[in-house]
């Protein structure tokens, strides 16, 4: 079985739990090792996307969106890619343009 993301989170989560019982010491080495091993395997990469992509892509497009609904953005993004084109910033334009995430114009205010 290879080892996910989504086993290093579990495997935190219970070393968590664990560690509020005492016995995290084990757990914790273990947990550690495998995400080492993980992140630093040749046969994976992992590419990041972050809120503050969505924000900085966002303002880029006279935009703003709340913390919230960036999150939501990127969880959606996340679940439903299509690996043939990927997650690129014509991608989260077109996110940013449905209604369901709220992206408001900024006001810009001139100065006199």
């Known amino acids: 079985m290879s080892y996910t993301v989504d086993n290093v989170v579990r495997d935190l989560k ?3 739990e664990d560690y ?3 016995d995290a010491r084990t757990t914790a080495l273990i947990a550690i090792d495998k995400a080492i091993a993980m992140l630093s395997s040749p046969d994976m990469i992992l590419i990041e ?3 503050d992509d969505v924000h900085a892509q966002a303002k880029e497009k006279g935009l703003r969106i ?3 609904d ?3 953005l990127l969880a959606d993004m996340e679940r439903k890619h299509d690996a043939s084109i990927g997650i690129n910033w014509d991608v989260i334009d077109c996110y940013l343009d449905n209604p369901m995430y709220n992206a408001t114009p900024i006001e810009y205010i001139e100065e006199e």
């Open 14 to 16: 219970e070393l968590r």
């Open 20 to 22: 509020a019982q005492g």
């Open 49 to 51: 996307w972050v809120t």
């Open 66 to 68: 709340s913390n919230e």
């Open 70 to 72: 960036a999150r939501n």
